[in-house]
Nanobody, 121 residues
Framework: VQLQASGGGLVQAGGSLRLSCAAS????????MGWFRQAPGKEREFVAAIAWNAGSTLYASSVKGRFTIAKDNAKNTVYLQMNNLKPEDTAVYYC???????????????WGQGTQVTVSS
C-alpha cells in the first residue's frame, strides 16, 4: 500500500488543521489506518487510528476530544481533523496502514512520507 499524506502547515495555538492520507495500491490488504507523530528528539507516538470497514476508532489520551479521525472508503482516504491545537502538537505526522486496528507502530506495515505540523504559541 502506498500512502500520501498532506495538509500540514503552520498554525497558531487554538487553531485547526486537517490532514489527509490517500492510499493506493493493494488497499484491500489494509484493515486499518493510523496516524502517528514524531517531535524532534522524541520517539514516534500513536495519535489515532480507524478501521476501514467497521469505522472503529482509537485515540491517544493527549488528543482525545480535540482530534477526530475519519475515512472515505470510496476515495481510500483517511483524515485527521485537529482542533484546538497546542504547541506540544508540533511534530511530523505520519499515516500508516495495518491489517487490523492497533496503537503500536510495529503492527503497521506501510508508512507515508510525513507532513510537518507546527503550532506556534
Amino acid at each position: 500500500v502506498q500512502l500520501q499524506a498532506s495538509g500540514g502547515g503552520l498554525v497558531q495555538a487554538g487553531g485547526s488543521l486537517r490532514l489527509s492520507c490517500a492510499a493506493s495500491g493493494r488497499t484491500s490488504s489494509s484493515g486499518a489506518m493510523g496516524w502517528f507523530r514524531q517531535a524532534p528528539g522524541k520517539e514516534r507516538e500513536f495519535v489515532a487510528a480507524i478501521a476501514w470497514n467497521a469505522g472503529s476508532t482509537l485515540y491517544a489520551s493527549s488528543v482525545k476530544g480535540r482530534f477526530t479521525i475519519a475515512k472515505d472508503n470510496a476515495k481510500n482516504t483517511v483524515y485527521l481533523q485537529m482542533n484546538n491545537l497546542k504547541p506540544e502538537d508540533t511534530a511530523v505526522y505520519y499515516c500508516a496502514a495495518a491489517k487490523f486496528l492497533a496503537t503500536t507502530s510495529h503492527v503497521y506495515d506501510d508508512w507515508g512520507q510525513g507532513t510537518q505540523v507546527t503550532v506556534s504559541s
